[in-house]
């Protein structure tokens, strides 16, 4: 038996705090939170302190539900599983809905979300029909009721408390089948009424019914219905079998409580409210519902017959698009953030050697990777050329494009040798035209992928410095004869890859205000500023990027040096909508019209396939495919089968997808443009994608081996003669434990690359056919490569993946 106190001790310590559960919480309180404060502001008297309790009180009760000690001990006591269960069912769905959870949730995300992500869900008609169908009083019930039924069976209620996927996925069906069954009791503004009130009595009452059925069974059964806490020691002295008359007590008691509460309301509601007003919970204080919902108008032309008057009378009110949604409503227009406007970080970014300060910073680094990979010793796990570059680099590189943009060209230090270059042969050459497209950087990025996996470069400490010190020499060769930035445009892999996916990242160099650019004479942007008696000469853009047609980040190397040469400050580092710029396709300046450049698609699809096809190199299904390839075909080195693998990762399959999926797009759709065109237009759609598999992959070696920076930097200072580190303080030089929440979060980035890219590819479709039908048509078959991505994505991220920065073995 366990005793009184030691329970409580394990009560006290039992809170846990699982990030999962905490994140979103204390997101969507914040949501909540701040579109409650815009609508006070905008004068809203239907958002008072009432509903912002009734949210928070929700909010702490989930907690409490999940994260305390509830939660720890209802998998020892069916006593607390229930409470837990009855808070999940009865007490947190109706409070949520009592907040009128849809304007303040809306109101709260950012205005560019709301716009071009949610608006469109939102207006999307499967999707309103389909929760207006689930919210139907029958649906509703049905599934409640069933939820409850069926998990409440001993085989499926043991299985659960035996896996903790099963248990969490009970609570959700748990939850959210109460969400909808309190939704038509509710009524949550502002939704409005679309059957008689009438029908809730018996919706309720019969669920009463079945509830008191089943807290009967648990409350009388002569024996333990489920095995599992027969199992276990008696907690309190209190048996199983009466523990399991507490929980069937427990459910009766709180079950009718609700029931009768509600159904109470409702027949008052009935019966005393006054019919012009719509009905909702009698919460004290709730100020009258000023529905912000009009009803639909049928054309003049439309002659109603008696028919459809009857129908009409009968139809609920369609509900037009609410002003917060609106494209173009003021209400809902803010400004972009600006970066630069951040105290501190925008004046370093503002001031003209900013940039000059962070490529050292970064040439530090190389300096290091170049010296200790020539020099040092070759032990990759404890070698700064083969840390730093494969491990962290990489990851920040990824980070850096999720939460800000293209940061590494920003600090790039290649543009010091492009900037030697230029000053010693004075760059005067026009890039050769036949170049001028990404086909050469294409070719580059295909060979730095093959020879990474064939010849193991990560593996190479001495290799990884003469890629640098190769780097170096290019930038310095080709910057040296040719003008502009010839070597980022149309050369550097890096480059490429980072103007690729910072198409998805939040920020974007811009103009503030385009009527400042309809003045302006000088153009300095693009020109130049040229120099003065106080300040140096600035370069315009190098890329070719004219501010005011410049449109997303793509060949934007964040320089900067538009910002610090527009004598007006009229460009920022502004927020954008990630993703948003692939939506739309309009003529940009230096670039052209995306959905043009095949070339430039060309390059979206080998990094969207090369970063699963990166990825698979390293799981050893893969591994042992290859070695038993090699093997049952007599090879001596992995090379032809690997070189093979590339060829079909990267080239065939690419090309036999994107062919399949282009030519039964324009059959479906019945579009006479050419199959290459459309299939130009449509692969921008995959870069989400593309860029959350980089972002699952690089930050995986990044959180699991980021300690082998400090063991390869001891060994450094070491082995230099900078500090006598002992060897046992850096040979721990291993990969860290993969924790729990690496999967998940790599199951999150896929899942939200593969939602970007959908709805993206949806949009494309919408915005390019007319109908549904024809938009579809052209839109499945790329959903359909979309998914394939998205599944080889999710089979990836569980095969145990080869190490960074782990000591090799027998060292
Ligand atoms: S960004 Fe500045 S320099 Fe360029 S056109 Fe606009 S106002 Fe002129
Ligand atoms: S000058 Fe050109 S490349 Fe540099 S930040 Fe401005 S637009 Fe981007």
């Known amino acids: 038996m366990i005793s009184v106190d030691s329970s409580f001790q394990a009560i006290l310590s039992s809170w846990s705090f699982d990030v999962w559960?905490?994140?979103?919480?204390?997101?969507?309180?914040?949501?909540?939170?701040?579109?409650?404060?815009?609508?006070?502001?905008?004068?809203?008297?239907?958002?008072?302190?009432?509903?912002?309790?009734a949210f928070g009180c929700g909010m702490a009760l989930l907690s409490i539900a999940l994260l305390s000690p509830i939660e720890t001990f209802s998998a020892l006591m069916l006593r607390m599983h229930m409470v837990q269960h009855l808070l999940l069912m009865f007490l947190i769905p109706p409070l949520l809905w009592l907040s009128a959870p849809e304007l303040p949730l809306l109101?709260?995300?950012?205005?560019?979300?709301?716009?071009?992500?949610?608006?469109?869900?939102?207006?999307?008609?499967?999707?309103?029909?389909?929760?207006?169908?689930?919210?139907?009083?029958?649906?509703?019930?049905?599934?409640?009721?069933?939820?409850?039924?069926?998990?409440?069976?001993?085989?499926?209620?043991?299985?659960?408390?035996?896996?903790?996927?099963?248990?969490?996925?009970e609570h959700a069906c748990f939850f959210w089948a109460a969400m909808l069954f309190w939704w038509p009791v509710v009524q949550p503004y502002p939704?409005?009424?679309?059957?008689?009130?009438?029908?809730?009595?018996?919706?309720?009452?019969?669920?009463?019914?079945?509830?008191?059925?089943?807290?009967?069974?648990?409350?009388?059964?002569?024996?333990?219905?489920?095995?599992?806490?027969?199992?276990?020691?008696?907690?309190?002295?209190?048996?199983a079998i009466d523990d399991q008359a507490i929980a069937g007590t427990l459910m009766w008691l709180f079950g009718m409580l609700a029931y009768v509460i509600a159904g109470a309301l409702v027949g008052y509601k009935l019966l005393f409210a006054p019919r012009s007003r719509q009905l909702h919970f009698a919460v004290a204080g709730m100020p009258p519902v000023q529905s912000r919902v009009t009803t639909y108008a049928p054309p003049a032309a439309v002659r109603p017959t008696t028919r459809r008057l009857n129908r009409a009378k009968h139809r609920p009110p369609v509900r037009q698009q609410l002003p917060i949604l609106s494209h173009d409503g003021h209400s809902s227009h803010r400004p972009a953030r600006d970066v630069l406007n951040v105290?501190?970080?925008?004046?370093?970014?503002?001031?003209?050697?900013?940039?000059?300060?962070?490529?050292?910073?970064?040439?530090?680094?190389?300096?290091?990777?170049?010296?200790?990979?020539?020099?040092?010793a070759q032990i990759v796990s404890l070698n700064l050329a083969g840390v730093l570059p494969w491990i962290h680099w990489r990851g920040f590189l990824v980070l850096g494009l999720l939460v800000a943009g293209n940061l590494f060209c920003m600090a790039c230090p290649f543009k010091l040798s492009r900037t030697l270059g230029k000053t010693l042969f004075g760059g005067r050459r026009h890039w050769p035209r036949w170049l001028r497209s990404k086909w050469l950087a294409v070719g580059l990025l295909f060979v730095f992928f093959w020879a990474y996996e064939v010849f193991s470069l990560w593996q190479s400490p001495w290799w990884t410095a003469w890629i640098a010190v190769g780097y170096f020499l290019a930038a310095f060769v080709v910057d040296g004869f040719f003008r502009g930035a010839a070597f980022c445009k149309y050369v550097c892999p890096i480059g490429q890859f980072n103007?690729?996916?910072?198409?998805?990242?939040?920020?974007?160099?811009?103009?503030?205000?385009?009527?400042?650019?309809?003045?302006?004479?000088?153009?300095?942007?693009?020109?130049?500023?040229?120099?003065?008696?106080?300040a140096a000469a600035i370069p315009g853009c190098e890329l070719h990027l004219y501010q005011p047609r410049k449109s997303s980040n793509f060949d934007c190397t964040f320089c900067l040096d538009c910002v610090h040469s527009c004598p007006h400050q009229n460009v920022g580092i502004?927020?954008?909508?990630?993703?948003?710029?692939?939506?739309?396709?309009?003529?940009?300046?230096?670039?052209?019209?995306?959905?043009?450049?095949?070339?430039?698609?060309?390059?979206?699809?080998?990094?969207?396939?090369?970063?699963?096809?990166?990825?698979?190199?390293?799981?050893?299904?893969?591994?042992?495919?290859?070695?038993?390839?090699?093997?049952?075909?007599?090879?001596?080195?992995?090379?032809?089968?690997?070189?093979?693998?590339?060829?079909?990762?990267?080239?065939?399959?690419?090309?036999?997808?994107?062919?399949?999926?282009?030519?039964?797009?324009?059959?479906?759709?019945?579009?006479?443009?050419?199959?290459?065109?459309?299939?130009?237009?449509?692969?921008?759609?995959?870069?989400?994608?593309?860029?959350?598999?980089?972002?699952?992959?690089?930050?995986?070696?990044?959180?699991?081996?980021?300690g082998a920076f400090s063991a390869a930097m001891r060994r450094f200072l070491s082995e230099f003669g900078w500090r006598d580190v002992e060897t046992a303080a850096w040979v721990c030089s291993c990969g860290l434990e993969t924790a729990d929440w690496l999967l998940k979060m790599e199951l999150i980035l896929l899942d939200a690359g593969l939602l970007l890219s959908l709805y993206i590819g949806y949009r494309i479709a919408r915005d390019r056919y007319l109908g549904m039908r024809r938009a579809m048509g052209a839109f499945l078959p790329w959903a359909g490569i979309a998914v394939i991505l998205f599944l080889a994505g999710v089979w990836l991220v569980f095969q145990p993946m080869q190490m960074r920065g782990v000591m090799p073995m027998g060292m």
């Open 21 to 53: 559960i905490v994140a979103p919480i204390v997101l969507s309180s914040l949501l909540y939170l701040r579109g409650w404060c815009v609508l006070r502001q905008r004068g809203s008297q239907r958002f008072g302190a009432w509903q912002l309790a």
């Open 107 to 169: 109101c709260g995300l950012p205005s560019g979300v709301r716009r071009e992500w949610i608006a469109p869900l939102y207006r999307w008609k499967p999707i309103r029909s389909g929760f207006a169908f689930l919210t139907r009083p029958p649906v509703a019930w049905g599934l409640f009721v069933a939820a409850t039924w069926i998990w409440h069976l001993p085989r499926f209620y043991d299985a659960a408390l035996s896996s903790g996927t099963l248990h969490n996925l």
């Open 191 to 239: 939704s409005r009424l679309k059957y008689s009130r009438w029908v809730l009595l018996p919706y309720l009452f019969l669920a009463a019914v079945q509830g008191t059925v089943l807290s009967g069974i648990l409350s009388f059964a002569n024996d333990v219905i489920y095995d599992h806490y027969e199992l276990l020691p008696k907690v309190w002295g209190i048996t």
């Open 343 to 376: 105290p501190l970080l925008g004046r370093f970014l503002r001031w003209n050697k900013s940039r000059l300060v962070l490529q050292f910073v970064m040439f530090a680094a190389a300096a290091l990777v170049i010296v200790d990979g020539l020099l040092g």
């Open 499 to 534: 103007f690729v996916q910072s198409l998805v990242s939040p920020l974007e160099v811009r103009v503030r205000d385009t009527s400042v650019c309809e003045e302006c004479t000088t153009k300095e942007c693009i020109r130049g500023a040229a120099a003065t008696a106080t």
């Open 574 to 706: 502004l927020t954008t909508l990630p993703g948003r710029e692939l939506l739309r396709n309009p003529r940009r300046s230096g670039i052209g019209k995306l959905g043009g450049r095949t070339d430039v698609a060309a390059l979206v699809l080998l990094l969207v396939f090369a970063a699963f096809v990166n990825a698979a190199g390293m799981v050893a299904p893969v591994l042992d495919l290859i070695d038993r390839l090699q093997a049952g075909w007599g090879f001596a080195s992995r090379i032809p089968i690997v070189t093979a693998g590339y060829l079909l990762g990267l080239g065939a399959v690419p090309f036999c997808l994107v062919a399949i999926a282009s030519l039964a797009g324009r059959r479906w759709s019945g579009d006479s443009e050419s199959a290459l065109r459309i299939a130009t237009r449509f692969s921008y759609m995959l870069v989400p994608l593309g860029f959350s598999m980089w972002l699952a992959h690089y930050s995986f070696h990044l959180f699991t081996s980021s």
